[in-house]
């Protein structure tokens, strides 16, 4: 029992390596948040191509979607980071690791702005059109800034499951947290331990992450988006 | 009176798959004018007026707003800015307060500068009786402002036309008047409007001429006295009766 418990004691390991966790950490927060910016942008480009482009353009951004949600994202880094070489594409497990999650970020953010901006009513373009507005003046002045408002709360929730979901860059040896730890524990041999940690530290930073989003979409909030009162 | 009308529908027609909307309708408006347009429901109103401003594009004839053509014209947009559309659901913009609202076709269409846009702003508000809720959202506003907001909006860009379509159908029975008494006194004011409505009470005293619409044709149209005493036909007859029984004798 004794011994049981003694695999918890983990500050000592947490305070030596507190330097290399600390390391991970901070690339795993880039990463998240590099994905997070460069995907949401991305991410509305290809909703607006894919809701209000010609047909063509609308075909291209669907593909593009569907293509990158029906394969896994192991796969996506794997091509990336294995398959490209060979053509003269050489990139580094950093520029893989971004490369691939703005990618892959950008195709799940398409799709909630999608859904958002098709939650715009068909009245607020018919009172745009009424004043004289064009369709893009209509676009960017009336659908997006309501359709963004709508998106809030899943691009939080993207966001929170970025975090976790960069360890994933671990497979192709970006230095991230997970990484981090694996290196920190093939010299110790503490596995259990150090694992305990680094799945410690995602805890805290996701706790903390929810909660600062939180602060965020009540700070954001307008009266009839959705976190009315009446609804609590 | 005399002089060019201001608006002239010119045989309109138009289909929705069999379905025949509109079936040659013609009517003229003339400065500072008002008419309004009753009939049952699923004839046609809705579409004539949204035809005005191209929202619907008919299949054939002509619509003149002074001397452009709307139906085939290359800028509608600038056409757009010159009519004021009032819809029955309001369509006020959700993420901007009211104030805002009524800026928004200001600084993005007109390019007006921001500083003006908001006196503007606040004067139309205040015309339509509106002090003091600028910064409120449209969430936050009774059905009766909300209809006050968006004809505030479309006064701002000073049309040379008003559209409503039904402004008061969607409001409760004790907010239509304040929603009606601006529209008054914007007729009173000399506005040129279209107006579809089942306020009788509305087009006797203030419209200039009544047409009663039904499957898609101007079946009469005339004076509300001649309308209410001594309409022309059987059909009008029928339809006025209806109406009055379900709104009351509509007087002043």
Request: one cysteine or more; proline letters at 4%.
């Amino acid at each position: 029992m004794l011994e049981f418990l003694r695999q918890f004691l983990i500050v000592d390991i947490f305070i030596s390596n507190f330097g290399t966790l600390m390391k991970g950490l901070a690339f795993t927060f880039e990463l998240a948040i590099v994905a997070m910016f460069f995907g949401t942008i991305l991410g509305v480009l290809l909703a607006l191509g894919r809701s209000f482009g010609k047909r063509l353009l609308s075909w291209l951004c669907t593909a593009y979607v569907e293509l990158i949600r029906g394969t896994p994202l192991l796969a996506q880094l794997f091509i990336l980071y294995f398959a490209l070489p060979p053509y003269g594409i050489r990139l580094s497990a950093v520029s893989v690791a971004f490369l691939g999650f703005i990618l892959n970020s950008a195709a799940y953010q398409a799709e909630y702005t999608r859904g958002s901006i098709e939650a715009v009513g068909e009245d607020q373009f018919k009172a745009a059109y009424s004043l004289g507005m064009g369709k893009w003046q209509t676009i960017f002045y009336v659908v997006l800034p309501q359709a963004i408002r709508w998106s809030i709360p899943a691009w939080m929730n993207e966001f929170i499951y970025l975090l976790k979901c960069t360890s994933i860059a671990y497979i192709i040896g970006a230095p991230d947290l997970l990484t981090q730890g694996k290196f920190i524990a093939s010299r110790n041999y503490q596995f259990f331990r150090v694992y305990l940690i680094v799945a410690i530290i995602y805890l805290v930073i996701v706790l903390a992450a929810t909660w600062i989003v939180g602060k965020i979409e009540r700070k954001v909030q307008i009266p009839g988006f959705g976190y009315d009162k009446a609804r609590r | 009176m005399a002089g060019k009308p201001l608006l002239r529908v010119v045989n309109v027609k138009k289909s929705f798959g069999d379905k025949v909307v509109l079936d040659g309708v013609s009517l003229t408006l003339n400065k500072g004018e008002t008419k309004v347009i009753i009939g049952p429901s699923g004839t046609g109103k809705s579409t004539l007026l949204k035809s005005i401003n191209r929202l619907v594009v008919p299949d054939e004839g002509e619509i003149w707003l002074e001397e452009t053509e709307i139906i085939r014209c290359k800028n509608i947009n600038a056409v757009r800015q010159k009519i004021g559309y009032v819809f029955q659901d309001f369509g006020l913009f959700h993420h901007l307060t009211a104030l805002e609202n009524v800026m928004i076709g200001l600084t993005k269409v007109k390019k007006m500068p921001k500083k003006e846009a908001v006196e503007k702003a606040r004067y139309e508000l205040n015309r339509v009786g509106l002090s003091g809720i600028e910064d409120l959202y449209p969430a936050q506003l009774s059905g009766g402002q909300k209809q006050r907001v968006a004809i505030a909006r479309a006064l701002a860009m000073e049309p040379k036309l008003m559209l409503f379509d039904e402004p008061t159908s969607a409001l409760d029975p004790e907010l239509i008047g304040e929603v009606l008494a601006v529209m008054k006194e914007l007729a009173e004011s000399k506005m040129t409007m279209l107006v579809v409505t089942h306020e009788m009470g509305f087009a006797r005293s203030v419209s200039d001429e009544i047409i009663f619409i039904e499957k898609g044709k101007i079946v009469e149209q005339t004076s509300p006295e001649k309308m209410f005493r001594d309409p022309e036909h059987q059909r009008t007859r029928e339809f006025l009766f209806k109406l009055k029984d379900l709104y009351g004798e509509g007087g002043e």
